[in-house]
């Protein structure tokens, strides 16, 4: 086996404000090998691609390739120098071609212009090789996720790339797509290139992978070659001592039922089912996590029990009233809120702030006639943020001011403003430090003995065994395990098919 290092990371340290990334990550990519990168959600690997890929410039450290220190300041630097990334977040535009998005910014140009024909030609290879029959003309927008997974995959590899680094790149293909990227992973590597392959699927990765290394809260904890490592191996190094992050809220009975989804079905526009007749109950004062990997089905499962999209099947009942076919703000106004995956995109207002934020999704309390009571309004807003322990100058304090977990609060204390009696929350300790993870799961602890229902959704299994009363685990749509507080880590990702029963 070649280990000769065609790249390293020393000591490489990133940290946003009090938010520490990476802590001194030490990373070896080897020659025509592929290293695989593994850990949870919030371990730091995205960053360190991103960082590797000149996407961002570390705050310590250096990077070594081909033996000479080198700084990028661009993708386009990192690119130069055969450095490609397929981000885990999809990058395409979806109304242009596929052509046009495997070639962006890299047209190829004649003296009459762009060389259209031959972009198509080599777009419909590089199709080919993924196993793959799209048409180079078809507009993105009209592909299922799958294949816009494919279409992203294509633009990576028609750069040429020396070194490639694919993040969760098969999150949302198919078995027989999974295969034909092996393939082409196996090709590309006996042609010399490097390979860094992120995944959350365990056994997946290890087809695949030569070397191994862990992250675990922006620290590497193992690395060893493939014949060292098994799935015990990688989740022992993996998941590690659980976070004190919480204990279940005891000493009260739960109440009737507060939500019941009932038989819920839905469908992508491909006609497959992302939720496949799911059926849920929570009572009041119960907190139930929903875990799952990525393409689970829990995202879209929650949107649609808030209004934000369509059940095309089922039901959904708020203390024993079907509100299916209520709006968003009029299922709010029956007690069922939301706080999205995505705060920066779906949660605040950048514009507005602190106590704007705060009371927008009850604003119609305040509202008298053509006026608005500033003096309720900022009793509520005071009241906010000293109830959900914002930590803030006050409430006229620009929104952007305030660190990751102190914007999450916000969008929490926006919907528990709205009196809820039961709340969701997908993924709500997403960017944000352990300290204010903490605080999060204390504040829904406290809000379910006083009888509100709390369902949660995480990729993080270590927050699985925080404060919930009831793990629900997700895979493809469907519900494929319950447990109660005496689970542990290795039977809650064995069930999402993160790793195999033992």
């Known amino acids: 086996m070649n280990d000769e290092i065609v790249l390293s990371a020393k000591n490489v340290a990133k940290s946003y404000g009090n938010v520490h990334a990476l802590k001194g990550v030490n990373f070896d990519i080897h ?6 990168l593994f850990g949870e959600n919030g371990a730091g690997k995205s960053t360190l691609m991103k960082i590797l890929s000149g996407v961002v410039t570390p705050t310590e450290g250096e990077i070594v390739l081909d033996g000479k220190h080198v700084l990028f300041g661009s993708a386009a630097e990192a690119r130069d120098c055969g450095i490609s990334i397929i981000h885990q977040e999809l990058c395409l535009a979806p109304n242009l071609s ?7 910014g890299r047209e190829l140009r004649t003296l009459t212009g762009v060389d259209f024909a031959e972009e198509a030609r080599r777009t419909r290879a590089l199709m080919e090789e993924l196993e793959e029959d799209i048409d180079p003309l078809t507009l993105v927008e009209d592909l299922r996720l799958g294949q816009q997974q494919i279409v992203e995959i294509a633009r990576a590899l028609s750069v040429n790339s020396r070194i490639l680094i694919m993040d969760e790149p098969t999150s949302a293909l198919s078995a027989a797509e999974v295969e034909a990227l092996f393939k082409v992973i196996r090709d590309l590597t006996a042609r010399g290139v490097s390979i860094v392959y992120i995944s959350h699927h365990l056994e997946e990765a290890l087809q695949i992978t030569d070397h191994a290394v862990v992250l675990r809260d922006g620290t590497m904890t193992a690395k060893a070659p493939r014949a060292e490592i098994d799935l015990e191996w990688i989740v022992r190094n993996m998941v590690g001592e659980n976070f004190d992050l919480g204990s ?3 000493g009260y009975a739960f109440g009737p039922v507060a939500l019941s989804i009932q038989d819920a079905v839905i469908t992508e526009n491909s006609g497959a089912d992302v939720v496949d007749h799911l059926s849920l109950d929570v009572r009041a004062g119960e907190i139930v996590c929903i875990y799952g990997l990525m393409g689970a089905g829990r ?9 934000r999209s369509a059940l095309d099947g089922g039901c959904v009942l708020l203390e024993g009233q079907d509100v299916s076919g209520l709006t968003i703000a009029q299922r709010i106004a029956k007690g069922l809120a939301l706080v999205p995956e995505d705060r920066q995109r779906d949660g605040l207002v950048q514009t507005m702030s602190v106590g704007q934020n705060l009371s927008l999704a009850s604003i119609g309390a305040f509202v008298k006639g053509l006026f608005t009571s500033e003096a309720r309004e900022r009793a509520l807003v005071d009241e ?4 959900v322990t914002i930590k803030t100058s006050g409430g006229q304090a620009a929104i952007g001011s305030l660190s990751g977990g102190n914007q999450q609060k916000v969008v929490i204390g926006k919907m528990l403003a709205t009196h809820p009696k039961v709340l969701l929350l997908d993924e709500p300790s997403r960017g944000i430090d352990i300290g204010a993870k903490a605080e999060v799961f204390r504040l829904l602890a406290e809000r379910a003995r006083k009888g509100l229902a709390v369902v949660f959704s995480t990729s993080e299994v270590g927050e699985c065994l925080s ?3 009831r793990i629900v ?5 469907r519900i494929s395990a319950q447990f109660g507080a005496d689970v542990t880590k290795e039977m809650i990702m064995a069930a999402s098919g993160e790793a195999l029963p033992t």
């Open 299 to 307: 995202t879209e499962l929650l949107e649609a029990v808030a209004g």
């Open 98 to 104: 596929v052509r046009d998005n495997v070639f962006m």
């Open 248 to 250: 279940p809220p005891t």
């Open 467 to 469: 404060v919930a009363h």
């Open 384 to 387: 906010s943020i000293r109830r």
């Open 473 to 477: 685990v997700m895979r493809r749509g």
């Open 31 to 36: 020659r025509g090998q592929v290293t695989t």
